[in-house]
């Protein structure tokens, strides 16, 4: 297994992407940090709800959060790549063992993508200090909860990507489907079950499995939703649920499918 | 010593591979040839368990799957240029090498012993396709192997680079080490092998050595020329042999070797201005071989995906 990571390791740190997907993701989430800090100089305009958005860049509230995407992308790459450019066979011919390689790569995607969100809050604090003149608090209100979901959030896109492109072995179609669920099909499910005709929708609402990601990175109490939505955990749940029902089968097939 | 016993692998209603069995001993190099699809590739991926078919392929009794250091044992070449465009020659050498655990050491002796040290960091993007398979090359070399599993290694290749690997693969199999090499090209074969492995539409057509397998597939002839070749001509055929006629004059015999045309020659006190024997290319014998399996193909119209690249 040792000799497995250290492979995924070079072979992550061995391409440009990498390093541009980790940088634009450090990059945007700053710049959301920067708008948030600069309109929230004056402390009355200040919660402890402020403080987790500029940390976690606003995740909670937008459909497909950019760590999200940069994360679930490096994911996608990790196995992509070799299948677009046929280096699963020297791959597998240097590592036999199929199960071993896929643990290594999804536990190098998934540390790279906790260690991003980890990297994003930190850059994202100073941000904050520079704009605000003081620190940003980091366990005021539901902020210390919101900051551990969004390491787990960021690290589950992680596996996602890679989960899905084992399945179907194309990045475009995941990346496609990584970018049309979250963004389109969700909310469309969401504004539908609005509609009084559709209104049975709403319970089923509550399980969309995106939706439910982000919420593991609401930066107030989840119960104060009331009954209308699940708690931080259950959405966690809901969401590492739809990770293991791509990563179950996409497991099961590349143990049997020709490389 | 590679052992494959009863390899098979359908892709749908074609049969790619059908029950293919073979030896491959360490100390020569064993060319396998066949026309293009007639499965080669496919069995090179069932024999390290890329592909997933029936049969088993052991390497000194252990199935590919279950050594723990593969590229310290079997080096092996698939694709000419199976790498990532932007990661540097190098860098894809020190990742095989890392799954490997292979000393850093050994990504640059490689590269020189390949002759890509002045491209080590450049990006196989811009390689040509000899480059590529240098490249790979240099990775199947990488863990010091004992065994070399070469899929079509002289494509793309100049003349020098085809040399060299020629001279490079009988320098490794004379140490005592396997190289097992597949081509269509029947006259690479010829040079660079000594031992054939020879399948047409997935099944085996003939395994032995280079010699053999001209001998056992095409007929050796005699070429004549005499003054009084219209005597020889019935002599021969009283004799059991098979005569044809060249326009020239010269006579082609069948069924008789030199020694024995040459005695009845004697005998009847015919003059001989040539004798000599025609031995059939490597070419021929391989299209007597594979003649059958290539009509079976053209006959039956079965669609004849290739396996996925």
Request: aromatic share 6%.
């Amino acid at each position: 297994m040792s000799d497995a990571l250290r492979f995924e390791w070079v072979r992550l740190r061995t391409v440009r992407s990498t390093y541009w997907l980790l940088g634009m993701a450090l990059l945007l989430n700053a710049l959301i940090a920067l708008a948030i800090g600069l309109a929230t100089r004056s402390e009355e305009s200040r919660a402890f709800e402020s403080d987790g958005l500029l940390l976690t860049g606003a995740t909670q509230f937008v459909p497909l959060p950019f760590a999200a995407v940069f994360a679930g992308i490096i994911g996608v790459l990790s196995v992509g790549h070799e299948y677009r450019h046929g280096t699963i066979r020297p791959t597998l011919t240097a590592l036999p063992r199929r199960s071993v390689l896929i643990a290594a790569k999804l536990a190098v995607v998934a540390a790279v993508g906790a260690l991003l969100a980890v990297a994003s809050v930190a850059l994202n604090w100073l941000v904050g200090l520079l704009t605000r003149g003081e620190p940003p608090s980091l366990t005021g209100g539901a902020t210390a909860a919101a900051l551990v979901g969004y390491v787990a959030f960021v690290a589950l896109w992680a596996l996602l990507g890679a989960g899905a492109t084992l399945l179907v072995r194309n990045v475009i179609g995941v990346i496609v489907a990584l970018l049309v669920l979250p963004l389109i099909v969700e909310p469309l499910l969401s504004a539908l079950s609005n509609v009084p005709a559709l209104d049975w929708l709403t319970p089923i609402v509550r399980y969309l499995p995106f939706g439910a990601g982000s919420r593991m990175v609401a930066t107030v109490d989840v119960s104060d939703f009331g009954g209308e939505q699940l708690g931080r955990v259950a959405s966690g749940l809901v969401f590492a649920g739809l990770v293991a029902l791509v990563l179950v089968p996409a497991w099961v097939l590349f143990e049997r499918r020709d490389a | 010593m590679i052992t494959a016993a009863g390899l098979r692998k359908r892709f749908g209603a074609k049969t790619a591979v059908d029950g293919l069995s073979f030896e491959v001993r360490p100390g020569v190099v064993t060319g396998f040839l066949g026309p293009n699809g007639a499965g080669k590739s496919t069995t090179m991926r069932l024999m390290l368990d890329l592909d997933r078919g029936e049969g088993s392929t052991r390497f000194d009794g252990r199935r590919y799957r279950e050594i723990r250091h593969p590229l310290r044992e079997i080096g092996t070449v698939l694709e000419a240029k199976a790498f990532h465009p932007t990661r540097r020659a190098r860098d894809h050498l020190r990742m095989l090498a890392a799954a490997n655990a292979l000393p850093r050491t050994r990504v640059d002796e490689v590269l020189g012993q390949v002759g890509l040290a002045d491209v080590a960091r450049g990006r196989p993007r811009g390689f040509s396709l000899g480059m590529g398979q240098r490249l790979g090359l240099a990775a199947a070399l990488l863990g010091e192997p004992h065994t070399l599993i070469l899929d079509e290694p002289a494509n793309g290749l100049d003349p020098q680079g085809i040399q060299w690997l020629r001279d490079f693969l009988k320098g490794f199999a004379g140490g005592g080490r396997t190289v097992f090499v597949s081509s269509h090209l029947l006259a690479e074969m010829a040079l660079m092998a000594d031992e054939l492995v020879v399948v047409g539409n997935g099944r085996l057509i003939d395994a032995g050595p280079v010699s053999g397998f001209v001998g056992r597939f095409t007929t050796a002839q005699v070429l004549v020329r005499s003054p009084a070749a219209d005597r020889l001509d019935p002599l021969l055929r009283q004799s059991g042999a098979q005569v044809e006629r060249l326009p020239d004059g010269a006579l082609i015999v069948a069924g008789r070797d030199a020694p024995a045309v040459g005695e009845l020659a004697s005998a009847h006190g015919i003059a001989l201005h040539e004798l000599s024997t025609r031995t059939a290319s490597l070419e021929q014998a391989f299209l007597e071989a594979t003649a059958g399996a290539q009509e079976f193909r053209a006959a039956a119209p079965v669609p004849t995906r290739e396996g996925p690249r």
